[in-house]
């Protein structure tokens, strides 16, 4: 949960082990963390979920293990006998999802981004069997590999991420993302009048 205030997140952490009872699941207090995080907090170590709070160290964290799953599975790739739709899919769920896990909350800048989208077009062109002498434009490998950038992918993750987080309060409108959208579309209201 993320709160602005410490008895609001204690209430929303007594009414979530009232509602887990009900199911018999239990919350482990040995494990729930509570980090206090001010304006003026600079990127820290923190590893949560995860995802470390660091962009950077976390999307170096993410290439080095999308390459570690994706060199131990050499054999495959390079296999004659797999189909490449199977070389894929094998991709998509053994590779790829480390690459992207959690990306919605993710902070990256746009050069961080195209180090992925680099990443996984060097990744799709060896699945595919794609190597030089064989030349190919970046649109074009997105056309013949039925892909596209994981920029893409990455803005469509925060997007959901952003509606989640809008809806989080709406009985109370206390979340702190629903009130940064009122306040900015009362003052875009204002400004058009």
């Not at 056309?143 to 925060?158: F, H, N, Q, V, Y």
Request: hydrophobic share 40%; charged share 25%; aromatic share 10%.
């Amino acid at each position: 949960f993320i709160c602005v205030d410490e008895p609001r997140l204690q209430e929303r952490l007594n009414k979530s082990i009232a509602i887990f009872a009900k199911y018999n699941l239990t919350v482990n207090a040995t494990k729930t963390e509570r980090i206090t995080i001010d304006k003026d907090m600079r990127p820290t170590m923190y590893k949560k979920l995860g995802s470390h709070v660091d962009p950077g160290e976390d999307l170096r964290m993410r290439i080095s293990k999308a390459n570690a799953a994706f060199h131990s599975l050499w054999y495959v790739w390079r296999s004659r006998t797999v189909k490449v739709p199977t070389k894929m899919a094998m991709y998509n769920a053994l590779v790829l999802s480390i690459l992207m896990y959690n990306v919605g909350a993710s902070a990256f800048t746009n050069t961080q981004m195209e180090k992925m989208n680099a990443l996984h077009r060097r990744h799709v062109r060896y699945v595919h069997g794609i190597f030089y002498p064989e030349v190919i434009t970046t649109p074009a490998l997105y056309a013949r590999t039925k892909t596209r950038p994981l920029s893409e992918d990455i803005g469509i993750a925060r997007w959901r991420c952003f509606h989640h987080a809008l809806r989080q309060d709406c009985e109370d409108r206390r979340a702190p993302a629903a009130q940064a959208m009122r306040v900015h579309f009362t003052h875009a209201t204002h400004a058009l009048r």
